[in-house]
């Protein structure tokens, strides 16, 4: 493992080799200073090998051997050129590509496009951890479009992140490499857990009968096949008499489900993070119930709403929590 | 940088890629080891492509311990202690198809593409022809081909194949220029083991049957430029060893150290330039006599010699004047051990000589009465000489009667010192043709003679061809074949024939094409780049200049690489067109979009400059913005929409 001084005087050196401070505006067009080229393991191999070839020639007098010696250099040469050129002047973007839960994978499409004529090849993206996430192929004027994907870890705007770009095509000899940030943020939601039971009564089954039998604030909403659960009263008699079979009305709840997600209610030893999590459990639990809900959290409250704009509100509004715009903690 | 991941198994196409580069590299091989070598290497690299085929796994290490241990027991078999490059080199081409039987892994192929490289380069250990250098041409190109597909396995092998040429095309400028630039340096950098020459041609020692058998072969011995008048064939002898000691059944050299001889500064004068093909032994060829010749010493007995054996192909040049007279001032050692014979051997033709001796008394008629009484013998002139015994020279002139060059020459040595004249055996080449396409002489091993030289008082040593003297077609233009009997034609090579004229045209056309790739591909050396920058007129280019101008070309080279890869201006397809034609308007309309403005912050610009007309730039900014990074590529619909919505904005 590195230690603790190395490890930040090379995130300092890649953030100088970077170029740009920062998450840069988009489409990155890859200029020549931000492409740097090394030989690989095996293009130090070949080095050594033509060192080799040339002891050989110089020593036998093989004038068929020294010209193939400098054939294979010239051509290791070109390569460098070549691979670096593979790079040089590619086009990318990257955009946030729905949201996602903490502990899922965050997802975003990445478009790549070569404003020069002819094709890039096996063009490699790596995450800031160096794990690769995409091998781009064919990559000529016409946009390509690919999907990348990073594990995310924490709630809030998560960005993509510094990138590494890299190519050993054609030969593998050399690796030219860039490093960008693309200016791309997908929010993810705080993750789902907790299993404590909602404190608000009227969310219970229970509350739910009494309010439709007594209230009536319900809409016909259609026939389906009876299920032991349902009382007496809401059997479709003249519709099973005719083809006995036990149906039953079914009723949409329209305003009859109201909920209430609340902060406060939650229990004192549980800290932030927890309490989001069980919050977001119990949102989405409402969700599958179109529930009415209301939001109440200690900077605020949303609702009631149950259309989707209104989840993804507070989806968003859990994920953000605490947070500053630019997702660092308040 | 990258974390190490755990690398798959490498696929059934670049595995069976890779049996194919094993093949390409090893065939060449064939001609140059035991046959059992390259069976061995071929059944390992078919059970490979077995296993690759039916996508079956690797044998397991030990299995492949085994194998590598069987190899290296047969190499041994093969060559005993296996030290040198032949071994070395058989025992890569074993290793390379065991290498692939355990290719798992990628860093299995790099090392895989590194043996193939040296194993081009070692195909030029044993050979440098054409032949071999095309095989090392493909050799190389599959090698880079092999080498894309492994970083891009699911592309065609056309299209690898294309990269791999274009690669290599690159490289040619530069490997021209190395080449020539490149400061040669001679001789080996460290001791060569025993087997890295082989000796081949003329021997420094004579017996009897020795050259017939050298004659057989139309390899060539040496090529000869002549700057101006080229000699005769009567006249074109090229001297070699002289062999002046004679222990009954083999001549030697034997020479005295003797002061400088100065040549008189007459007669006629031939320059030429030799080059000889490497015979492994010190002898240098020269026609007679040689004055002058820019590398080596004359000896005493008036033949070139190098000071190091001659391994590689070589050029000198020779002046040679034939009109001289040689030895006229020879010392008394050296006229006697010119006259020195064993005793106990040829009694007959020692008793011959004592005839001779007795009834001529001065050495010109002894030496008229010896080939005349060598005519009147009627021997004959055959390759085939039937075995001789122990008196070889008895057996010659009075029992078999038929013999070759040597044994003419032998004998005629014997009689002339049994009469009392110094004599020595000269062994060299004699005659050679000339190309007509490059104008050069060709001489053959089959060119291979020897000849006497007599001393004589006040004349010195005078050349007599004893051979000639009794078939004087031997040394004209058809030479040899038309001495021999009726019936012996076909043991003369093939190519040496002179009846087909269509063979003989294209032998002179390719043999000048082997000629210049000799001259400019295989023997540029030290000596040869030298000469060359003498000519460009850099007469005392050393190293530094050769490094100044490596670097000068190199750099030519790099920017004509770098021009050709030039970052070139970014093609613009039709969306670009319109999006760029918009913001020139904007900023005709004083609104230039900043280098670092995306579309949605520079159309938020925009809109505060035409509050009234923001819908419509956000629509564009939205279009373009969709078209652009949106999925899909633009088609002709929503270019025409966007347009139109370019259209309606009025600045």
Known sequence: MLSAPLRSLRQQMRRWMQRVAGPEPQPILLPQRRVYVLPTAAGLGVLLMLCLMLLAAVNYNLSLAYAFTFLIAGSGVAHILATWRNLVGLRIAVQADGECFAGDSARFRVTLDSPRPGDRHAIHILDESGSPMLEADDISHAARHDALQRPAGKRGLMPIGRLTLETRYPLGWVRAWSYIEPDARTLVYPRPAGDLPRSDARSSRGTQEQTLIGGGEEEFAGLRERRPSDPPSRIAWRRTARDGELLVKDFHALAAEEGLIDWHALPAWMDTEARLSQLTQWLLQAQTQHARLTLRLPDGTLGPDNSPQHYRACLARLALFGLDDAGAAR | ?651
């Open chain 2, 1 to 651: 940088m990258t974390a190490a991941t755990p690398t798959p198994r490498i696929p059934r196409r670049l595995a069976l890629q890779l049996c194919v580069l094993c093949a390409v590299c090893l065939w060449p091989y064939v001609l140059f080891q035991p046959w059992f070598l390259s069976t061995v290497s071929a059944l390992l690299l078919v059970w490979r492509v077995v296993l690759a085929w039916q996508d079956r796994p690797a044998p397991p290490q030990w299995l492949t311990l085994l194998f590598g241990i069987g190899c290296a027991a047969l190499v041994f078999y093969a060559y005993g202690i296996p030290v040198g490059r032949q071994p070395g080199l058989s025992a890569l081409c074993l290793l390379m198809p065991l290498k692939l039987l355990e290719t798992r892994r990628m860093r299995d192929v790099r090392a895989t593409l590194l043996l193939a490289f040296f194993l081009v380069v070692g195909m030029f250990a044993h050979e440098q022809s054409a032949l071999i250098a095309a095989a090392a041409a493909l050799a190389t190109l599959t090698s880079l081909t092999v080498a894309a597909l492994a970083q891009r396995p699911r592309a065609s092998v056309r299209s690898a194949v294309k990269v791999a040429a274009g690669l290599l095309g690159m490289g040619i400028p530069l490997m021209l220029v190395l080449f020539f630039l490149f400061p040669r340096i001679d001789g080996p950098l460290w001791g060569m083991p025993l087997d890295a020459y082989k000796t081949t041609g003329l021997s420094n020692r004579m017996r009897p049957g020795s050259i017939s058998q050298l004659i057989q072969s139309g390899e060539i011995a040496f090529r000869a430029a002549f700057n101006g008048k080229v000699p005769a064939p009567s006249e074109r002898y090229w001297r070699g060893p002289v062999l002046t000691h004679y222990d009954g059944s083999e001549w030697l050299p034997q020479t005295l150290p003797r002061e400088n001889e100065q040549f008189a500064d007459t007669g006629r004068e031939w320059q030429y330039t030799v080059t000889l093909e490497p015979h492994n032994l010190r002898w240098l060829l020269a026609l007679d006599y040689p004055v002058d010749s820019n590398v080596s010493n004359t000896r005493t007995d008036n033949s070139l010699i190098s000071r190091e054996p001659i391994r590689q192909r070589i050029r000198y040049s020779v002046t040679s004047r034939p009109d001289l007279q040689i030895g006229i001032d020879e010392d008394m050692a050296t006229r006697r051990i010119a006259m020195w014979l064993p005793r106990n051997f040829d009694p007959r033709t020692l008793a011959e000589g004592r005839r001779i001796a007795s009834e001529y008394k001065d050495d010109i008629t002894r030496m008229q009465a010896a080939l005349q009484f060598m005519r009147d013998r009627r021997l004959q002139y055959t390759l085939d000489p039937p075995p001789l015994g122990r008196n070889s020279v008895d057996d010659f002139l009075f029992v078999t009667g038929r013999g070759f060059c040597e044994h003419f020459s032998s004998a005629f040595v014997v009689l002339m010192r049994a009469a009392g004249v110094p004599a020595r055996v000269v062994t060299g080449y004699q005659g050679g043709e000339i190309n007509p396409i490059d104008g050069t002489l060709v001489v053959r091993q089959s060119d291979a003679h020897a000849w006497a030289e007599v001393w004589l008082q006040g004349r010195g040593w005078r050349r007599i061809d004893p051979t000639a003297a009794s078939f004087p077609q031997r040394i004209d233009e058809n030479g040899l074949q038309a001495s021999l009997p009726p019936g012996e034609t076909l043991s003369v090579p093939f190519v040496v024939r002179t009846d087909l004229a269509w063979l003989r045209d294209l032998r002179y056309r390719w043999e000048a094409v082997g000629n210049a790739w000799n001259q400019w591909v295989l023997g540029y050396n030290a000596q040869r780049q030298a000469e060359l920058f003498k000519r460009l007129g850099l007469p005392d280019a050393d190293w530094r200049t050769l490094v100044s101008l490596m670097a000068v070309a190199g750099g030519l080279w790099l920017g004509w690489l770098g021009w050709r890869y030039r970052a070139r201006r970014p093609q613009r397809d039709a969306l670009d067109k319109l999006w760029q034609g918009f913001c020139q308007r904007l900023a005709r309309a004083g609104v230039p979009r900043l280098d670092w403005e995306g579309a949605q912050d520079y159309i938020r610009r925009a809109s505060t400059h035409w509050p009234a007309q923001a819908d419509t730039l956000q629509g564009i900014a939205d279009h373009y913005t969709r078209m652009r990074y949106g999925p899909g590529i633009p088609d002709a619909e929503r270019m025409q929409q966007l347009r139109q919505l370019i259209d309606r904005f009025r600045p």
